[in-house]
């Protein structure tokens, strides 16, 4: 996970209060995503960007937020967290050309 | 939907011992296969595979893709307990932006 950063490492926080997630690299990659893992669902795509301002959703995205600023950050944001957004985060980033992804090493998030 | 299934959940064998990993999928426009192990942090990349038949290895980890049949398997060889950990597979589809994974094998290995 060389060149991807993803602060913080562990957070606590509150129903119902706003939390954001950054992840930074420094290998220049196009793409980014955020994925979130949980025990029986593996990793499942929250939002993903294709390019500075370029974002999408993934599969579970409702309750969250995503932007892209600058090649080298990618933020998450939970509006309005919830028990149910207890989990894992992980950002991935890959190059044009390049299909494996390089991982973070995640944000353990919980919801109280 | 799109879906990737990987059996079993999960595996206990003893050092020495060869296990296979299996996994389906059904995925829109597949680009290709991927297979990640995960120990205690972030996973890392073992293989990608785009064509059939293709065995792709690296020390005593193999591969093999079926895209008749929509399955790969990993086998592992002479297991350590360094293998110990879960094993993603993944697919990516479409315009190759997204990476739909499978929920993992946990494999332990007892010394």
């Known amino acids: 996970d060389a060149g991807i950063t993803q602060s913080p490492r562990h957070k606590v926080t509150e129903t119902g209060t706003p939390v954001t997630l950054r992840c930074h690299q420094t290998?220049?990659?196009?793409?980014m995503y955020w994925y979130r893992q949980d025990p029986g669902h593996g990793l499942r795509l929250i939002h993903y960007s294709y390019g500075v301002k370029d974002t999408d959703k993934g599969e579970v995205s409702d309750g969250y937020s995503v932007s892209r600023s600058k090649t080298e950050d990618f933020l998450l944001t939970l509006e309005s967290a919830t028990s149910s957004q207890t989990s894992v985060y992980f950002c991935?980033?890959?190059?044009?050309?390049?299909?494996?992804?390089?991982f973070g090493s995640g944000t353990r998030l919980t919801v109280v | 939907e799109d879906k990737v299934v990987q059996s079993p959940l999960s595996l206990v064998v003893h050092e020495g011992d060869t296990v296979t990993l299996n996994c389906s999928y059904e995925?829109?426009?597949?680009?290709?296969l991927l297979w990640y192990k995960q120990e205690k942090k972030a996973p890392t990349f073992l293989f990608m595979l785009t064509s059939s038949g293709i065995e792709k290895k690296s020390g005593r980890l193999s591969s093999i893709l079926d895209k008749k049949e929509l399955f790969s398997i990993l086998n592992i060889t002479a297991t350590q307990t360094g293998d110990s950990a879960v094993y993603l597979c993944a697919c990516r589809e479409g315009g190759g932006f997204k990476t739909i994974f499978g929920a993992g094998t946990r494999l332990f290995v007892k010394a």
């Open positions: 995925v829109t426009n597949f680009r290709s």
């Open positions: 290998e220049n990659h196009r793409y």
């Open positions: 991935a980033t890959a190059g044009t050309g390049v299909w494996g992804y390089t």
